[in-house]
Every structure is written in structure tokens, then in C-alpha cells.
Antibody, heavy 116, light 106 residues
Framework: EVQLEQSGAEVKMPGESLKISCETS????????LGWVRQRPGKGLEWMGN????????KYSPSFQGRITISVDKSITTAYLHWSRLEASDTATYYC?????????WGRGTLVSVSS | DTQMTQSPSSLSASVGDRVTITCRAS??????LAWYQQRPGEVPHLLIF???TLQSGVPSRFSGSGSGTEFTLTISNLQPEDFATYYC?????????FGPGTKVEV
């Protein structure tokens, strides 16, 4: 059974850094793209980027390029989403997604709140 | 980059209705068009991939069609659990852009 276990909610201040995680199991980690999707409160879904764990090939949305870093640790089948400097506008729920066909599997989401 | 739009942005419907949602791409895309459902307070889930293929477990009242720049999601015989927001998504080649969503409400 595929499982995407996301890290817990975070409360941060503007300018702080943050790395959230998505621990996966139940499938061949290196063989499928993993992605991250943002959903601001009351708003729609926004694709942020994908990574292929087999070779760490990474694709970013132009809207997020340069503001986030997506990475993986193959040894623990975990994906990460990292910000070096958070802004209040980063307040959102972030979903880890697994792509077999489209986004077949979704994590339960990590709520990130950024406020001074 | 290809932009995705959806129409309508919201619609009112009743149980038993047939509902059609349109997704348009700013330029022709391949068959890699997906639809997702998100009920209030829940995680989105995949309904349809490759334009018209139902994800396992999705009721047959959902169907997808289209090609080029115009795609549709049809829900026949709307059920109470179908009141939700629906998103289309272009995938396969980056960027994997979502449409803005269509809210189906009573």
C-alpha cells in the first residue's frame, strides 16, 4: 500500500527557513516522480515542482523557481520541500503527491503558517 | 507556458442532474489531462487521467473527453457526495499546471 506521510504543521516567522518532509513507502521510491502542490486558504491548487528520485531530476514551476528547493533522501525514501526565507504569502497547506499516471496519491498535507 | 482555464467557476445543481465542466488550454496539449475532486476539508483525489480514463474506484457517472485545447468533465446523475470543487490539470511535461477550479454546489 502506497503511503505518503507528511511532517506536522509549522508556525514560522517571516524570514525564517523551513524544510518539510514526505516519508514514502509501499512502492519503488526511485521509479516515480514525486511532487509538491500548494493550496492557500480558500484557494485553488498550485503545482510547485516535481522530482524524480532515481536521478534527482527536478522540475520547478516558474512561479516557485528560486524560492523553493525540492530534494530527496533515497536512503530513507523521503522527499523534502525547503524554503530559505519564508514570507507571509507562503501560508498554505502543502501536499506531497506521487505521480504514477497523474497525481495518483496525495499526502494529507502540511499546514505552514507564516506570521510575525 | 500553457495556461489552463475552467468554466464555469461555479455552478448550482441538484441531485440527479447532469453537469459538464470545461477546461481549456492556452495551446494544444497532449492527452495528458487529468481531473481531480476536492470535497470541503478533504485532500484532493484523482478522478480521471489521460483525458478519459477513470481512476480505479471512481464511479462510472464520471466521464472525461476532449482533445487539443478543450476538455470536459461530465458527471451524470449527480450524487450528494459529488458536491465539491473540480480541478483539471495538464501533466506529463512541465509545468504541470492546474486549472483554477470549478465549485459544484447545491
Amino acid at each position: 500500500e502506497v503511503q505518503l506521510e507528511q511532517s506536522g504543521a509549522e508556525v514560522k516567522m517571516p524570514g525564517e527557513s523551513l524544510k518539510i518532509s514526505c516519508e514514502t513507502s509501499g512502492y519503488s521510491f526511485v521509479s516515480y516522480w514525486l511532487g509538491w502542490v500548494r493550496q492557500r486558504p480558500g484557494k485553488g491548487l498550485e503545482w510547485m515542482g516535481n522530482i524524480y528520485p532515481g536521478d534527482s531530476d527536478t522540475k520547478y514551476s516558474p512561479s516557485f523557481q528560486g524560492r523553493i528547493t525540492i530534494s530527496v533522501d533515497k536512503s530513507i525514501t523521503t522527499a523534502y520541500l525547503h524554503w530559505s526565507r519564508l514570507e507571509a504569502s507562503d501560508t498554505a497547506t502543502y501536499y506531497c503527491v506521487l505521480s504514477g499516471r497523474a497525481f495518483d496519491f496525495w499526502g494529507r498535507g502540511t499546514l505552514v503558517s507564516v506570521s510575525s | 507556458d500553457t495556461q489552463m482555464t475552467q468554466s464555469p467557476s461555479s455552478l448550482s445543481a441538484s441531485v440527479g442532474d447532469r453537469v459538464t465542466i470545461t477546461c481549456r488550454a492556452s495551446q494544444a496539449i497532449s492527452k495528458f489531462l487529468a481531473w481531480y475532486q476536492q470535497r470541503p476539508g478533504e485532500v484532493p483525489h484523482l478522478l480521471i487521467f489521460e483525458t478519459s480514463t477513470l481512476q480505479s474506484g471512481v464511479p462510472s457517472r464520471f466521464s472525461g473527453s476532449g482533445s487539443g485545447t478543450e476538455f470536459t468533465l461530465t458527471i451524470s446523475n449527480l450524487q450528494p457526495e459529488d458536491f465539491a470543487t473540480y480541478y483539471c490539470q495538464k501533466y506529463g511535461t512541465a509545468p504541470w499546471t492546474f486549472g483554477p477550479g470549478t465549485k459544484v454546489e447545491v
